[in-house]
């Protein structure tokens, strides 16, 4: 597995990137060069990349959001042959909220030629939302990326069709085998189908962590990441991320640093996109991915109406309220014994909106803390 990060136009193993930071490296002179894959990049050409791209900030009490931009198929395995089938599938593993990782399907599409430019729109079937969060309060988490050709049964993908109409938006979660839930709509899908997509080989595997708080590695700061296998580094090499296509239809695409040609070799790779940006659309995101964590532990028979699901997540949105709410009150005793220009206090307070930033219910609202 490997995880690369995008710095103006060079893509750094994200490790390496890691040990710079921790070095101070990154935080030079405008006027110094820094060194990363024997390339030279300037600080003052960071800077102007950062204001270019303009990501939202992130962090504890803040919005975040994990976004696929770009799906690329590469070349299937000699013995695999002719078109595939493929599935994305992700997982997020929050070390606040989720004890498990809650995995999830993104995109299914099939019949597909290798090479292939794979896109999310309203026609296709599938979201590139990996995960949403209106105020962050984990100091860490885990998102993976799983990309799986084969030839899968019908079955699975006429399931998944009417479950992706259903989530809205929001991935097909695998709670437990042989389980798919869509919104509301829980499907056993059978333990032969089901083996399929908890069994499989992906074809290309890795992950990115975020971090807020760690005494030695700096805050994970947004910017685009590049999902790739560790065998394929190579490929990557003299390639940049640039926008491609036409006008009013530019699509992010990784191209030849030289000649601007979108990248159309051997090796799969993801673009994800890691922003704040705040998504009113996506407030149902928290419900749906906590009941997918609850149902790993207890998950019944087939729910197509949704009745049984639909009620489940009504709890799980008021339980997750009321915890938050609970949460908020104890912070809320604790910031009075602080100095508010003391940065405890300026953490607590960040963590309490947080906490008030995950509550969709009314009832359980917190008071804003003025200063």
Do not use: H, W
């Not at 919005?63 to 997982?91: H, N, Q, R």
């Not at 065998?231 to 191209?255: A, C, I, M, Q, Y």
């Not at 890691?274 to 995101?285: C, I, M, P, V, W």
């Amino acid at each position: 597995m490997a995880t690369l990060s995008v710095i103006g136009n060079t893509l750094v193993d994200t490790e390496e990137l890691q040990a710079k930071r921790i070095t101070g490296e990154l935080n030079m002179p405008g006027g110094q060069v820094l060194r990363v894959n024997n390339e030279a990049i300037s600080q003052n050409d960071l800077t102007a990349i950062q204001l270019e791209r303009n990501f939202k900030p992130i962090g504890i009490g803040k919005p975040m959001s994990i976004e696929i931009a770009t799906v690329y198929i590469g070349e299937y395995k000699k013995f695999l042959g002719g078109k595939k089938d493929v599935i994305l599938v992700t997982g997020v593993k929050s070390s606040q909220t989720f004890k498990a990782t809650s995995r999830a399907i993104n995109m299914k599409a099939d019949k597909v030629e290798e090479n292939a430019y794979l896109e999310f729109n309203a026609l296709e079937e599938g979201t590139n939302i990996v995960y949403y969060t209106p105020g962050m309060d984990a100091e860490n988490l885990i998102a993976s990326f799983e990309l799986m050709f084969d030839n899968f049964d019908t079955q699975i993908f006429e399931t998944l069709s009417g479950l992706f109409t259903s989530a809205a938006g929001i991935p097909v979660f695998l709670p437990a085998a042989p389980y798919l839930l869509g919104g509301s709509q829980l499907v056993n899908i059978g333990s032969k189908l089901g083996d399929a997509l908890f069994s499989g080989r992906p074809n290309l595997s890795s992950s990115i962590e975020v971090k807020f708080d760690s005494p030695i590695i700096p805050p994970t700061e947004p910017r685009e990441f590049i999902i790739c296998n560790n065998n394929d580094l190579d490929e990557f090499k003299n390639l940049k991320v640039d926008l491609s296509g036409t006008p009013g239809n530019k699509k992010l695409r990784l191209v030849d640093k030289q000649s601007g040609t979108v990248y159309k070799g051997k090796a799969p790779y993801l673009i994800i996109l890691l922003d704040g940006r705040k998504r009113q659309d996506l407030e149902g995101f928290a419900p749906t991915l906590a009941t997918a964590s609850l149902l790993k532990k207890f998950y019944g028979p087939e729910d197509k109406t949704g009745e049984v699901t639909g009620a489940l997540q009504d709890a799980m949105k008021l339980y997750n309220d009321s915890i938050y709410n609970r949460k908020g009150q104890r912070l809320k005793e604790q910031l009075a014994k602080y100095d508010r220009d003391s940065e405890e206090y300026k953490k607590l307070k960040s963590l309490y909106e947080a906490y008030a930033a995950n509550i969709q219910t009314d009832t359980f609202k917190l008071p804003t803390i003025t200063d």
